[in-house]
């Protein structure tokens, strides 16, 4: 079975600096998707950014960006130039497909802190 | 853009009472993926369906069914309420199984108490 860990229960970050959240992932498939969902005190579950084992080129979307070891099963998320509405819990996810269908693992999530 | 529609928003129930859950999926998403998140605790998958018929199932307890309706919406039934089942639940929607660059985008929760 596959499992996903994120070893930093809680991080916090100044505004406007860089902090990046690790995430690892136990597996034996080569083919998958890792995740990284955002989920505010709303407790919705935002989709921060994606990447696909198959690619080497890590993912990157505006001041967000992956670094993807699929060596080390390494998928660590860097947020760049903190804002005070990036503060949330953030979930790695590991999506795999099995008969056609979808199945996500997350990871138990860290709490990211920013300070003004 | 539309997103998923969850309702409702939140509930609350007393225990050994039933409790339904809907879900609506981004138009033309066929698939719909159910999670139970506890406190504190990451999602845990339930349920999913793929054109109306069950894909996979996860830590779903028997109290507990689903269906997807022939308008791709899903509702989850709950009954015999246990206080332990009280949770946000998600519903996830997706484009189809046949193509692996699918996402998953998720609805607001319906967070549900049980008394």
């Known amino acids: 079975a596959q499992t996903v860990t994120q070893s930093q229960p809680e991080m916090s970050v100044q505004e406007a600096e860089t902090v990046t959240l690790s995430c690892t992932y136990d597996t034996s498939e080569s083919d998958y998707y890792l995740f990284w969902y955002k989920q505010p005190p709303s407790r919705q579950m935002i989709l921060v950014i994606r990447q696909e084992a198959y690619k080497q080129q890590n993912a990157t979307e505006n001041r967000f960006s992956v670094n993807f070891q699929k060596a080390a099963k390494s998928f660590s998320l860097k947020i760049s130039d903190s804002q005070l509405g990036d503060a949330a819990m953030y979930f790695c996810a590991y999506v795999r497909y099995s008969g056609g269908y979808q199945k996500v693992t997350f990871g138990i999530g860290t709490k990211l802190q920013v300070i003004p | 853009a539309a997103g998923v529609i969850q309702s409702p928003r939140h509930l609350i129930k007393e225990k050994r009472e039933t409790a339904t859950l809907k879900c609506y999926p981004i138009?033309?998403?066929?698939?719909v993926y159910w999670y139970q998140q506890g406190p504190g605790q990451d999602p845990q998958f339930l349920i999913s369906f793929y054109e109306k018929m069950q894909s996979d199932k996860g830590s779903i307890p028997d109290r507990f069914s689903a269906q997807q309706f022939s308008d791709y919406h899903s509702e989850l039934n709950m009954s015999s309420l246990e206080l332990g089942d009280s949770a946000l639940y998600f519903c996830a929607s997706s484009l189809g199984v046949a193509t692996s660059t699918d996402t998953q985008y998720f609805g607001p929760g319906t967070r549900l108490t049980v008394l």
């Open positions: 138009p033309r998403h066929d698939t």
